[in-house]
């Protein structure tokens, strides 16, 4: 898990890290200021994910 305060940062790792072990990775909103970056989690709602490895989609970008 790896902590981010910068949404721009959080995504570029997302993206980034599924290009390099090309699985999904996510952005889940931790706390108020606090988001992480972890591979795709069924039982969590991510603000931001990479379905193919290295593209980011937002659709399921969750409303806070």
């Given at each position: ?30 706390t ?26 937002t ?6």
């Amino acid at each position: 898990m790896t902590p981010f305060t910068d949404i721009g940062a959080a995504i570029e790792e997302a993206a980034w890290l599924s290009h390099v072990y090309q699985t999904p990775y996510c952005v889940y909103q931790r706390t108020a200021d606090v988001m992480e970056v972890t591979p795709e989690d069924p039982t969590r709602n991510p603000m931001y994910t990479t379905g193919m490895p290295g593209v980011v989609k937002t659709e399921y970008r969750s409303a806070a």
